[in-house]
């Protein structure tokens, strides 16, 4: 049993450390009420807006790490009807000392399962995982986030914005098609939605006077095998507007 093994013990503490729910704001899944308002939106193609999302400390520790990174790289594509230019940190070797330590909270077990659980969504694959910085002129036009790649399905994103005192027109918004919404990258802001056909997003550019940096962390929990993706209607959406989470 574990309570009388000291090394299984040590082994549960850290994977318990490493979880999303360890580091998130107590007050998002603070009871059962809130899991399921957030279950049931993700469910139905909604997108989840978490405002204060994680613990402010851990918040700050990731936006020093980025802001402090010098060694980002342009990632540019042309292709017919989608457009992207951003700078980013996709390969891992690159990665200062806190990134490599926050992807190990997004990509554990207990993270996917959490996921799992909400999203109704298969999350056992591996974690896509990258940070961002959109600098002026930056932006991505539409698109689904469809398909991923073989082994690794995208099923759930993530946007954690960390931009310090960003403001509106600034642009670099994430523009989320179905429901003709801006959303403003505000610091430790997260946002999560089951990836479907139906939910085409986009970030605007971010103009040439923005004073501040749009720094975020962003990916996807994948699957192992392609399944179908799209919109479970036999759950109902849930509505309305929280000072901490708002579903839209």
């Known amino acids: 049993m574990v309570a009388d093994n000291p090394e299984a013990k040590n082994e549960l503490l850290g994977s318990m450390l490493t979880s999303l729910e360890f580091v998130l704001n107590p007050r998002v899944l603070a009871d059962e009420a809130s899991k399921r308002q957030i279950s049931d939106h993700l469910t139905n193609g909604g997108l989840v807006l978490i405002r204060d ?6 918040a700050m520790r990731m936006f020093e790490c980025l802001d402090q990174f010098s060694d980002w790289k ?3 594509d042309y292709q017919t009807n989608f457009h992207y230019h951003h700078h980013n940190i996709y390969e891992q070797p690159l990665y200062p000392p806190d990134l490599n330590w926050c992807r190990g909270i997004f990509d554990s077990e207990l993270t996917k399962s959490l996921i799992q659980t909400l999203s109704h969504r298969d999350c056992t694959g591996e974690t896509s995982f990258s940070a961002s910085w959109y600098l002026p002129g930056d932006y991505s036009l539409p698109h689904d986030d ?12 993530f946007i954690w914005h960390l931009s310090r005192n960003w403001q509106p ?14 959303i403003t990258p505000s610091f430790n802001s997260l946002i999560l939605f089951n990836v479907s056909p139906e939910n085409s997003h986009h970030v605007t550019q971010v103009s040439p ?3 501040a940096k749009r720094l975020a962390i962003s990916g996807w929990w994948t699957s192992k095998t392609e399944n179908q993706l799209g919109l479970d209607e036999d759950l109902v959406s849930s509505t309305g507007e929280q000072d901490l989470l708002e579903l839209i």
Not at 53 to 58: D, G
Not at 169 to 182: M, P, Q, S, T, V
């Open 53 to 58: 999302a994680l613990q402010e400390t851990v």
């Open 74 to 76: 342009v990632h540019e």
């Open 146 to 157: 469809l398909p991923g790649y073989e082994g690794a399905y995208r099923q759930v994103a």
């Open 209 to 211: 006077f923005a004073a």
């Open 169 to 182: 027109h600034w642009g670099g918004d994430l523009f989320w098609c179905r429901k003709n919404r801006y």
